[in-house]
DNA sequence: ACTTGGCACTCAGGAACACAGAGTGCTAGA
DNA sequence: TCTAGCACTCTGTGTTCCTGAGTGCCAAGT
């Protein structure tokens, strides 16, 4: 269907159009690629690569321009991820390393990110219900309150304040807590609500009702935050770019946990540390046609805790982005894994 | 030197140029607002305020804008802060009573301000040195490593990961805990150097090391922490507005923390929770010349933790935006003196 | 001493127009 | 199959002109 010198045609216009930010003609192309034959033949090409949707012009007489479909044959077939240079490297190593607790790393990574690109980063935090329990912690504050503390593996910690039915001892909450922390400990938090269930049995009678509170409380902060934390940074490159009038729909999708999260994408349990890339109208908001998202999840180990990418113009480039976006997501994986 | 109705006249035109977006001229303001004079006694009037400097005109033969000066003159003396409807105050109270936690009351408040006041809201958290200690817990993770977790009386906890110099038993550290508590608890963060001083000399020798590595990670998660989290919210609302060209620099100057600070300013010892208005260039970054910030102190009883606002163009609505600002605050205020 | 109506002046913004330049599609020839 | 040439089509830009809103000033009125 398209062969080789077409493709390369491709490869060429989507770079100079990511260059210039200009509809870029056959003449201009010949000129800058050595692509070794005549404007005219590069006409023709052209003339069927627009035929196939891969390119399309503004207007008639004016060069032509990759469309949403073109850029996808670019990042399958037409690059390849640009690592990133030594000194990049090291930037970034010694930037995260600094970090003291996990919002440090997150917030670190997430400006990076944003600077790295110069565009829009966008970090998940570990999910929890993929870590494990490291320590649930009860703090007694007064007679009929408590803290309850749920630090994970991950570094995350969710802390809640409880208001007991009745007054419990000090002495009553700490063996609750040493119950709680010898049936979970190392867990998986998605298998807390299970291991909690006969809790209550375990405990003297008269311990119960406050139990039942604080497990009912422990139970909702697992649930209620598994709408994931997020946070983004850089919207100021948006403002650099064109999005002349867009800008207003894309702070707007930004500043929305959920949509974010769609944007993000799904884990991908095979590979799970593969990049992603969503490329215009591929994406599943309206109002962010205009822009692609490049991700990849990042975790400790193995495991793939959550994601982490960037959000630029449909126009951007991709083997510079997606170098960063993968360098970033091993390093993050790295330091947590350290921690 | 400014009589009633050169007052009246320089309100009219914030008032209308506010309301519009467009220089204000003579005639217009003859129709519109019943001063009951001529557009040429009115152009007089604009005059002489021009020449003091309250209102320009951005070219010849163009209606005229209030200067900073003329904003100024406005707040102080010829406005009434606006209240809130019964309904929005409502809509407030049982946004806010929904947080389950400090963040979540950080966040929601911040969105709330938001949408207010449409524009880009601005909340501090509280800050770590105004507080007091309501708990330190010390959470042994493995043999060589605890976490250490200070709870404060406004809710916010922050965790540190400390790696030990030996091996330290269980219930050593939980004598060091006690320890702490005993002498912590309830004291101001800013006086935990002074009272932590002699804490060594309180512990058997062969505890003194690990004390000491805990005691710095302690004392230095004040002092991090000092410069103070600040989240905003809301920029969508800057690309709705004028801001062609000076977004860029606004949302940089947004992403800086140390610049949010000090646009939030100082907290004002006398009164706490009186609102400031910083009108475009008086206040002290660069890059925001074109933009107010009104802001107002927050803190639970008489206590000033720390200040939220809102951020918008020189050209908003003073009354309503004072209105909701101060409101927020004084909300809350109150859900953190409940909790 | 203010206020008002009249009048000449200024200037931004829009409409009309021409034009250069970049780019295309097509056709005929190598 | 590629190339060269040519006619054609646009956008973007610069120029000019004009309208209308708004001003400043002056002289007359109260």
Redesign the interface.
């Known amino acids: 269907m398209l062969d080789d010198r077409k493709l390369a045609v491709l490869r060429a216009i989507v770079e100079d159009y990511v260059a210039t930010n200009e509809p870029v003609g056959s003449k201009a192309l010949a000129e800058r690629h050595n692509l070794n034959v005549s404007p005219a033949t590069i006409r023709n090409d052209m003339a069927v690569l627009e035929e196939q949707g891969y390119i399309t012009q503004p207007h008639t007489s004016a060069g032509r321009v990759p469309t949403d479909k073109g850029y996808r044959l670019f990042v399958d077939r037409l690059s390849q991820v640009k690592p990133l240079s030594a000194a990049e490297r090291r930037a970034i190593e010694t930037f995260l390393m600094g970090a ?2 996990l919002d440090d790393v997150i917030m670190r990574t997430v ?1 990076l990110l944003a600077q790295l690109t110069r565009q829009v980063a966008v970090v998940q935090y570990p999910t929890l219900t993929q870590s494990t329990v ?2 649930v ?1 009860l ?1 007694p ?1 007064t007679e009929r309150r408590i ?1 309850l ?1 749920l ?1 994970t593996n991950t ?1 995350r ?5 409880i208001e007991l039915p009745e007054v419990v001892e000090d002495t009553r909450i700490a063996h609750l807590r040493a119950v709680l922390n010898s049936c979970l400990d190392g867990r998986y938090l998605s298998s807390v609500p299970d291991l909690v269930a006969d809790v209550p049995d375990r405990l003297p009678v008269e311990d119960r009702p406050a139990a039942a509170t604080i497990l009912s409380v422990l139970l909702e902060t697992l649930v ?1 935050r598994s709408d994931e934390k997020i946070v983004f ?4 490159n ?3 770019a064109d999005f002349s009038s867009g ?3 894309v ?2 999708a ?2 929305e946990q959920v949509v974010l999260m769609r944007l993000l994408g799904e884990t991908t349990p095979d590979t799970p540390s593969a990049l992603t890339v969503r490329i215009g109208s591929e994406n599943p908001v309206s109002g962010l046609r205009r822009t692609s998202i490049v991700a990849a999840g990042y975790g400790s180990g193995d495991k793939q805790l959550a994601r982490l990418g960037v959000l630029g113009p449909t126009r951007m480039d991709y083997p510079v982005t997606m170098g960063a976006v993968r360098a970033v997501a091993r390093y993050v994986s790295q330091i947590l894994a350290a ?1």
Chains 1, 2 share one sequence.
């Open positions: 003291v607790d400006r490291r320590h912690e703090v504050l803290m503390v630090i570094g910690v969710e802390q809640r304040v209620e940074a850089g919207t100021a948006l403002a650099g800008l207003r729909e702070l707007e930004l500043e921690s």
